[in-house]
Nanobody, 124 residues
């Protein structure tokens, strides 16, 4: 089992950057495929980015491709989401998720473990 804690959210102006962190405790994060999801007010939780156990395969939602980068430091049991060129429509609560599956996935229901979320607000 793994526990996930996100940090790094906040208020930023459009065009700015933030880096979210997801610290994993319990079993080492290298045993899990990892994902970032977000939920805006009144909307369903949506896929943002996902990364394989070893970090070699990454997938992104079309809306963030070219602006966001997911990465992991298995030595620190931490996964990151670097967010650049932020837009007001990126405003949401961002969640980190983990699963023991072997193949990286963008499917929300495939992820077994979730963090509590961190708020990202982008002002125009």
């Amino acid at each position: 089992q793994v526990q996930l804690v996100e940090s790094g959210g906040g208020l930023v102006q459009a065009g700015g950057s933030l880096r979210l962190s997801c610290a994993a405790s319990g079993r080492t994060s290298s045993s899990y495929r990892m994902g970032w999801f977000r939920q805006a007010p009144g909307k369903e939780r949506a896929f943002v980015a996902a990364l394989s156990r070893g970090g070699g395969n990454a997938y992104y939602a079309d809306s963030v491709k070219g602006r966001f980068t997911i990465s992991r430091d298995n030595a620190k049991n931490t996964v990151y989401l670097q967010m650049n060129s932020l837009k007001p429509e990126d405003t949401a609560v961002y969640y980190c998720a983990a699963d023991r599956g072997a193949v990286v996935t963008t499917t929300i229901r495939a992820y077994e473990y979730w963090g509590q979320g961190t708020q990202v607000t982008v002002s125009s």
